[in-house]
């Protein structure tokens, strides 16, 4: 009976693995979220460790591009296996006003893009027209000082700022008590809409920081 039950179980998990596995496949997906990351956030964070090229700059960030990724109902596809080119350097440089490195602009094609169905090339058109899609509050538009505030108000910032956001399609994410992520939901044509599991996986910190651009966590 013992063997029994461990062959079912056995066959069982090779099964979940082989649904697992069939499901990555290119352009199966139900949903994509575009996720904006503070700039400042990852470079405090990572430190000596961070990208230089998006760390380095002189010029001020605040909300950039970390990726456009397709997503399930429950879980997400990840580095799907496509035929075809990789992104050209010209592709990667066409993105780097809203992507500020090379290196983030490869593995997200690498890891979410090759999910999507498309080329190089109409993935970053598609990832362009969501990040125009989202309006950021011009409270978070230019980080010359530290922001202190609640996840509450900055969901309630952004949806004030984009009319057909609604608070259950957007997810604030945290890191300790720097505010890293917004992550905002959107159908396959970039409507925005509705996403249970990104919102229950939202910051429940009471309070976070926002650093400035030069790294000051105030």
Known sequence: MRLLTAA???????SCGAAQAQSDRPGDFDFYVLSLSWSPSYCVAKGSRADPVQCGSSAPRGFVVHGLWPQYERGFPGFC?????????AQVDGMLDLM???GLIRHQWRKHGTCSGLDPS???????RAAERVRVP??????DSPI???PAAVEEAFVAANPSLRPSMIAVQCQGRLLNEVRVCMTKDLRFRPCAEVDR???RSDRVVLPASGGDEG
């Open 8 to 14: 079912l179980a056995a066959a069982a998990a090779l």
């Open 81 to 89: 296996a496509v035929t075809g080119r990789n992104p050209t350097r």
């Open 100 to 102: 500020p490195s090379p």
């Open 122 to 128: 109409s993935y970053f058109r598609q990832v362009r």
């Open 138 to 143: 011009p409270a978070f538009a230019a980080p």
């Open 148 to 150: 202190e505030t609640s």
């Open 201 to 203: 996986r939202a910051c």
